[in-house]
């Protein structure tokens, strides 16, 4: 049987690829459960459809690197830098991707279902329909992300930066919201239901038809949001900020709305204001 080498590295499972030099490998279909890959230069490297399930790629370098349709479900991702890598419809469920750079990455379809995101660095990565649902993304860097269609019911999202995200009819039915940063981000559409808003900065975002049917606004910063046709059936809005465009800022106490500064106030319901 004929052992299979890339760049003078055996290619087989469980294979001691420490700091192993594999920029431009052909890797297609390349069996790698449980390889040991970390600080292994897969910079370039052709992995499509390949199999790592549980592979060790901490700290590997990945850039640019053709993962479409690859399993590496469970692998250890951590601080692995996989900036602009094609990982399309990728398996990725439970991969530690902590402290990832996933900029610029295209991870359409991909599904990183209860993976360990966090404090990684997605900024302007495609997960366009990407299934997260129960990922942790807490304080992930999501800055012009496009989510549109992407699946994060459940998901962990305290305090991650969203600024300027394309979330149209993105699914984040229950997910936790806590102080997360979404200033900007296109909401159009999207599924809030019982989604955990908490002191999140809303300010300029697009929620037009978003539903938020029972979600948890207590605090949150909606000034300048384009609230039209959203749904706000149920949801806690006290000490929610949003304005009427016209120079009067509103915010939800618990005696009712009161225009900040004038005292003037009405009942604590959004569709009264």
Do not use: H, T
Not at 72 to 96: F, I, K, Q, S, T
Not at 193 to 208: D, S
């Amino acid at each position: 049987m004929k052992i299979r080498k890339e760049n003078g590295y055996e290619i087989r499972p469980g294979a001691d690829l420490y700091e192993a030099n594999l920029g431009g490998a052909n890797l297609r279909e390349a069996d790698l459960r449980g390889a040991n890959l970390i600080n292994a230069n897969l910079m370039g490297a052709d992995l499509e459809d390949a199999y790592l399930v549980g592979a060790d790629l901490e700290d590997a370098y990945l850039v640019g690197a053709n993962l479409v349709g690859a399993n590496l479900g469970r692998g250890n991702l951590r601080r692995a830098n996989l900036m602009g890598a094609d990982l399309e419809e990728a398996d990725l469920v439970g991969a530690d991707l902590e402290y990832a750079y996933l900029n610029e990455a295209n991870l359409v379809g991909a599904n990183l279902g209860r993976g360990n995101l966090r404090r990684a660095n997605l900024m302007g990565a495609d997960l366009e329909d990407a299934y997260l649902v129960g990922a942790d993304l807490e304080d992930a860097y999501l800055n012009e992300a496009n989510l549109v269609g992407a699946k994060l019911g459940r998901g962990n999202l305290r305090r991650a930066n969203l600024v300027g995200a394309n979330l149209e009819e993105a699914y984040l039915n229950e997910a936790n919201l806590l102080g997360a940063n979404l200033m900007g981000a296109d909401l159009v559409g999207a599924y809030l239901n019982e989604a955990n808003l908490r002191k999140a900065n809303l300010i300029g975002a697009n929620l037009v038809g978003a539903n938020l049917l029972g979600a948890d606004l207590v605090g949150a910063n909606l000034m300048g949001a384009d609230l039209v046709g959203a749904n706000l059936e149920e949801a806690n809005l006290l000490g929610m900020k949003i304005d009427d465009g016209q120079g009067n800022v509103y915010k939800c106490q618990e005696n009712g709305w009161s225009i900040i500064g004038n005292k003037q106030s009405s009942d604590c319901l959004f569709s009264k204001i």
